[in-house]
């Protein structure tokens, strides 16, 4: 860390130790015990401006505040089944752990990125037509939560050091111009840093699928979660796309995101072992990530063992609280901030590249109604 960097991280640490009881309590269970790499994902999102970077996290810590973010946990969806809908239809797992160290060659990945999780997420064919749009952010939100609170402390233990990041392996498998016109619901999902989506890649990929509530709530209030985007069965609309996003983000961001030949099993084998790859990097051919219930590895599905214990951990939680109305049936509702000026130009530039493309392909009339808010 820089000289600057450091007084920046200092004078943020500062103006936190300010904060009443309540946000302090908060802080606490955001961070799990590590307040200076937290307070430093806070700096990286505003360019190590103290100021701009306190504001963002007091803005976190009241959004979790008033939507009661540190209880999540113990709000499991209920039935069994709604939530199996939610998995069949919001694609995303942990798949497993990058490679530790004996194994890797030694130009293929750094010291740092050893033991880390890798998350697959199905962005073409996520759907989210099984539940409302509450059930699918509430499950958003859970993941985020069950990943900083479980899976990265947990990985931390096992390797006798800090772990705060993961990376994302998207796949775009589905993703097609012609199910542009389909598009009905406007949340942004997928890029957050929960997906571009938190770095405005997400804004790209689902924003073609169904997409924008969960990568703002990534963006401000999950910054710098992840390593690396790999983007893989990229077919020509998100190249397109990407084309024209690409020059609008920071430098930082697009450094994260590589796009990978076909299914990328080749590039990942080299920061993974082939357990840890993806299911739908392991197969030859073109068959779809969503329709692979039959695959024993499919980490996208409620019976994967990631999934089972995540659920399971929920219950569990609930009923530790002896509360009854936290397993009541029911959606919860949970505000979503406004999105960064930058998300929303990032935006309008897919929404316009679209409208050209359709030009192009004589489907104009089929995209007139196509806004991507």
Same mark, same amino acid.
């Given at each position: 860390?820089?000289?600057?960097?450091?007084?920046?991280?200092?004078?943020?640490?500062?103006?936190?130790?300010?904060?009443?009881?309540?946000?302090?309590?908060?802080?606490?269970?955001?961070?799990?015990?590590?307040?200076?790499?937290?307070?430093?994902?806070?700096?990286?999102?505003?360019?190590?401006?103290?100021?701009?970077?306190?504001?963002?996290?007091?803005?976190?810590?009241?959004?979790?505040?008033?939507?009661?973010?540190?209880?999540?946990?113990?709000?499991? !969806?209920?039935?069994?089944?709604?939530?199996?809908?939610?998995?069949?239809?919001?694609?995303?797992?942990? *798949?497993?752990?990058?490679?530790?160290?004996?194994?890797?060659?030694?130009?293929?990945?750094?010291?740092?990125?050893?033991?880390? +999780?890798?998350?697959? =997420?199905?962005?073409?064919?996520?759907?989210?037509?099984?539940?409302?749009?509450?059930?699918?952010?509430?499950?958003?939100?859970?993941?985020?939560?069950?990943?900083?609170?479980?899976?990265?402390?947990?990985?931390?233990?096992?390797?006798?050091?800090?772990?705060?990041?993961?990376?994302?392996?998207?796949?775009?498998?589905?993703?097609?111009?012609?199910?542009? *016109?389909?598009?009905?619901?406007?949340?942004?999902?997928?890029?957050?840093?929960?997906?571009?989506?938190?770095? +405005?890649?997400?804004?790209?990929?689902?924003? !073609?699928?169904?997409?924008?509530?969960?990568?703002?709530?990534?963006?401000?209030?999950?910054?710098?979660?992840?390593?690396?985007?790999?983007?893989?069965?990229?077919?020509?609309?998100?190249?397109?796309?990407?084309?024209?996003?690409?020059?609008?983000?920071?430098?930082?961001?697009?450094?994260?995101?590589?796009?990978?030949?076909?299914?990328?099993?080749?590039?990942?084998?080299?920061?993974?072992?082939?357990?840890?790859?993806?299911?739908?990097?392991?197969?030859?051919?073109?068959?779809?990530?969503?329709?692979?219930?039959?695959?024993?590895?499919?980490?996208?599905?409620?019976?994967?063992?990631?999934?089972?214990?995540?659920?399971?951990?929920?219950?569990?939680?609930?009923? *530790?609280?002896?509360?009854?109305?936290?397993?009541?049936?029911?959606?919860?509702?949970?505000?979503? +901030?406004?999105?960064?000026?930058?998300?929303?130009? !990032?935006?309008?530039? !897919?929404?316009?590249?679209?409208?050209? =493309?359709?030009?192009?392909?004589?489907?104009?009339?089929?995209?007139?109604?196509?806004?991507?808010?």
């Amino acid at each position: 860390m820089g000289i600057a960097s450091q007084d920046a991280s200092e004078q943020l640490s500062a103006l936190i130790d300010q904060l009443d009881a309540k946000l302090k309590h908060t802080f606490q269970n955001m961070h799990q015990g590590n307040p200076k790499h937290t307070l430093a994902r806070f700096l990286k999102a505003r360019e190590w401006n103290a100021l701009k970077a306190n504001k963002m996290l007091v803005d976190c810590l009241n959004w979790r505040m008033q939507n009661q973010i540190d209880d999540i946990l113990c709000k499991p !969806i209920t039935p069994a089944n709604l939530y199996r809908g939610i998995r069949d239809s919001q694609l995303m797992g942990l *798949s497993g752990y990058t490679k530790q160290a004996r194994f890797r060659l030694v130009f293929s990945v750094p010291d740092c990125t050893w033991g880390v +999780p890798v998350f697959a =997420i199905g962005a073409g064919l996520t759907t989210f037509d099984k539940a409302s749009v509450n059930y699918y952010i509430q499950s958003h939100i859970q993941m985020n939560e069950y990943r900083d609170r479980v899976v990265l402390p947990a990985a931390s233990r096992k390797h006798g050091r800090y772990i705060g990041t993961c990376f994302k392996v998207l796949d775009m498998t589905g993703l097609k111009f012609s199910s542009l *016109s389909n598009l009905k619901v406007s949340i942004c999902y997928y890029f957050s840093s929960y997906f571009l989506f938190v770095s +405005p890649l997400l804004y790209l990929t689902v924003g !073609i699928q169904l997409v924008s509530l969960m990568a703002t709530i990534d963006d401000l209030n999950y910054p710098e979660k992840t390593e690396t985007y790999y983007i893989v069965n990229a077919p020509y609309i998100f190249s397109a796309c990407w084309k024209v996003v690409k020059p609008l983000l920071q430098e930082r961001t697009r450094r994260k995101v590589q796009v990978l030949d076909g299914c990328g099993k080749d590039e990942l084998l080299k920061i993974m072992d082939y357990a840890s790859l993806p299911h739908f990097c392991k197969r030859n051919g073109s068959r779809s990530s969503r329709y692979s219930s039959l695959d024993s590895d499919d980490c996208y599905s409620f019976d994967h063992p990631f999934h089972q214990e995540f659920y399971n951990y929920i219950v569990q939680q609930a009923k *530790s609280k002896n509360n009854e109305s936290l397993i009541k049936h029911g959606s919860l509702h949970v505000d979503v +901030p406004e999105p960064d000026p930058e998300g929303i130009e !990032i935006i309008n530039t !897919i929404e316009s590249e679209l409208h050209k =493309i359709g030009n192009q392909n004589g489907v104009t009339r089929s995209l007139s109604g196509l806004k991507i808010v």
